[in-house]
């Protein structure tokens, strides 16, 4: 009788075991970046700059595990990359809002900027336009701050386009370009050379400071609240709350060490604050 119930356990535990496999945690730490979060930057600065952040990680822990990073042009490439245990993925919010729909995601940190959650964007044009409103630009030529049109400023443009019963960007515009580089994209305008462009607000003052005749000759004619940009998700499958824990403990004080203030200067971010679920509200009503 006590053979048989120690059989009998036996079966029960691996028939569990089959059912609920334990998900394979890889010893060292994959960080997944998106390319569509660079503002002013290229991608291979951004890759220097976080690997010289986590060789100064791994010295300080004495980490025995090394610090992979990983860069993705897009949600495809993300898609591909996360079949695979990662510890973080920071996509824009329009590809984490993708990637959720068919991934397990834990929504962990969000940025910071001027005191507020997200980026504040501006939809400029030249005041010898008089162009004063979004109705104004028809037919006229944009260029976003961003790689592409998965990104927070291109939602809030399809916003004010719709909260004005206008027709939707592509056929509103004449001309949509994507730029992740700020000089690219205000300095047309300034000249003449574009009708509008939308520009966050850090990258927007940068430029006033470096050219204050800039401000002299833009207008803003529409401005956004703060609207979240990107999120930090750790991988839902992942069991292991140390290792998530330790990670938590490097991101929330990343601004207080100098390489890690350094990679946040990149990406125009003064500190990582943890995700609430109001932020995410706030960037779903861009879609009502």
Same mark, same amino acid.
């Given at each position: 009788?006590?053979?048989?119930?120690?059989?009998?356990? !036996?079966?029960?535990?691996?028939?569990?075991?089959?059912?609920?496999?334990?998900?394979?945690?890889? /010893?060292?730490?994959?960080?997944?970046?998106?390319?569509?979060?660079?503002?002013?930057?290229?991608?291979?600065?951004?890759?220097? =700059? =976080?690997?010289?952040?986590?060789?100064?990680?791994?010295?300080?822990?004495?980490?025995?595990?090394?610090?992979? !990073?990983?860069?993705?042009?897009? *949600?495809?490439?993300?898609?591909?990359?996360?079949? /695979?245990?990662?510890?973080?993925?920071?996509?824009?919010?329009?590809?984490?809002?993708?990637?959720? /729909?068919?991934?397990?995601?834990?929504?962990?940190?969000?940025?910071?900027?001027?005191?507020?959650?997200?980026?504040?964007?501006?939809?400029?044009?030249?005041?010898?336009?008089?162009?004063?409103?979004?109705?104004?630009?028809?037919?006229?030529? !944009?260029? !976003?701050?961003?790689?592409?049109?998965?990104?927070?400023?291109?939602?809030?443009?399809?916003?004010?386009?719709?909260?004005?019963?206008?027709? *939707?960007?592509?056929?509103?515009?004449?001309?949509?370009?994507?730029?992740?580089?700020?000089?690219?994209? *205000?300095?047309?305008?300034?000249?003449?050379? =574009?009708?509008?462009?939308?520009?966050?607000?850090?990258?927007?003052?940068?430029?006033?400071?470096?050219?204050?005749?800039?401000?002299?000759?833009?207008?803003?004619?529409?401005?956004?609240?703060?609207?979240?940009?990107?999120?930090?998700?750790?991988?839902?499958?992942?069991?292991?709350?140390?290792?998530?824990?330790?990670?938590?403990?490097?991101?929330?004080?990343?601004?207080?060490?100098?390489?890690?203030?350094?990679?946040?200067?990149?990406?125009? *971010?003064?500190?990582?604050?943890?995700?609430?679920?109001?932020?995410?509200?706030?960037?779903?009503?861009?879609? /009502?």
């Amino acid at each position: 009788m006590f053979q048989i119930k120690i059989k009998f356990r !036996i079966l029960i535990l691996s028939f569990l075991f089959l059912a609920y496999p334990l998900y394979p945690q890889e /010893k060292d730490f994959r960080l997944i970046f998106s390319t569509n979060l660079l503002q002013n930057m290229k991608a291979e600065d951004a890759i220097a =700059t =976080t690997k010289i952040l986590a060789q100064n990680i791994q010295r300080k822990m004495k980490l025995e595990e090394e610090i992979k !990073i990983e860069i993705c042009n897009g *949600v495809d490439e993300i898609s591909e990359s996360i079949k /695979k245990p990662f510890d973080f993925i920071l996509a824009t919010t329009v590809e984490t809002e993708i990637l959720k /729909k068919k991934n397990k995601l834990d929504f962990t940190f969000v940025n910071e900027t001027n005191g507020s959650v997200g980026f504040e964007f501006y939809l400029i044009t030249n005041k010898k336009q008089n162009f004063n409103d979004i109705k104004s630009l028809k037919d006229g030529s !944009i260029i !976003i701050l961003s790689k592409s049109n998965f990104n927070t400023a291109s939602v809030w443009l399809d916003k004010l386009l719709r909260d004005a019963n206008l027709s *939707v960007k592509e056929k509103f515009f004449k001309d949509i370009k994507y730029d992740y580089k700020a000089t690219n994209v *205000v300095l047309p305008v300034y000249f003449n050379k =574009t009708t509008a462009a939308i520009v966050s607000r850090p990258a927007l003052e940068l430029l006033f400071e470096l050219n204050p005749q800039l401000k002299k000759s833009l207008n803003i004619i529409n401005k956004s609240s703060p609207i979240l940009f990107g999120i930090i998700s750790f991988d839902g499958r992942s069991k292991d709350k140390k290792r998530k824990d330790f990670i938590c403990d490097i991101l929330s004080s990343l601004h207080e060490d100098n390489y890690g203030k350094q990679l946040l200067d990149l990406f125009m *971010v003064d500190k990582m604050i943890p995700f609430k679920d109001e932020y995410w509200q706030k960037y779903l009503d861009l879609y /009502k």
